[in-house]
């Protein structure tokens, strides 16, 4: 069966470090993966989306990149956070018509 | 631009009451997700719907897609405090590669 992992699950950051979330999934070959974020408890802002190694595409130009270095795994990162970058982050996997599977998510606190 | 409007933002009733809450919008999507979120979790699937008029149930859970496949609902019967979290809509515009467009979410509290 396919899973989907992300962590760490909770982080907190000063202003201007770096970040990086990693999401890596199993049982499943060439997905497409997402990174999503959300703000308190309501609807979900796609940050970027990979269909392949090596293809990132971005939906909100900001603070963030993401990289695809294997298949199976996905990478947001940021060189410096900003305190508006607190944000609960989701990574998920799958095909539109057919569902997404979200990871737990993390819960990230700039301070 | 909100793509799928979703209604009502925030409703809390009482256990054993019934409840629709509804997704709408003005583009045709191809099928359309209904997902349930609870407090630091990810989003859960609960169904897809891919036909216009398509009813699905799942125990107390009716979601229906509407005939133009614009819209669709989600009729949960005899409600539960386990039935407390955020539901989410989500429409795929076509079979590919598209990511899906999220509505804000309907957040539900059934207080026992």
């Known amino acids: 069966s396919q899973t989907i992992h992300q962590w760490p699950a909770t982080l907190v950051q000063p202003v201007g470090s770096p970040l990086s979330l990693e999401c890596t999934v199993e049982g499943t070959s060439n997905p497409n993966l997402y990174w999503y974020r959300q703000a308190a408890g309501r609807g979900l802002q796609l940050l970027f989306y990979s269909v392949g190694i090596g293809q990132i595409s971005s939906e909100v130009p900001q603070n963030l990149s993401a990289s695809r270095p294997q298949d199976r795994q996905f990478i947001l990162s940021s060189k410096k956070l900003l305190l508006s970058d607190s944000s609960f982050y989701l990574c998920a996997w799958g095909v539109g018509g057919y569902g997404y599977t979200f990871g737990s998510g993390t819960r990230l606190t700039v301070v | 631009t909100q793509l799928l409007e979703q209604s009502p933002q925030f409703l809390s009733i009482q256990e054993g009451e019934n409840l629709t809450v509804y997704c709408n919008s003005s583009?045709?999507?191809?099928?359309l997700q209904w997902y349930r979120q609870e407090p630091g979790e990810g989003p859960v699937l609960l169904v897809t719907v891919v036909t216009g008029g398509e009813v699905k149930k799942l125990k107390r859970l009716t979601f229906q897609f509407g005939d133009a496949r614009k819209d669709s609902s989600l009729h949960i019967t005899a409600a539960q405090p386990g039935d407390t979290g955020l539901y989410l809509c989500a429409g795929a515009r076509n079979s590919g590669n598209t990511p899906l467009v999220f509505g804000k979410g309907t957040r539900l509290s059934v207080i026992a």
């Open positions: 583009s045709v999507f191809s099928s």
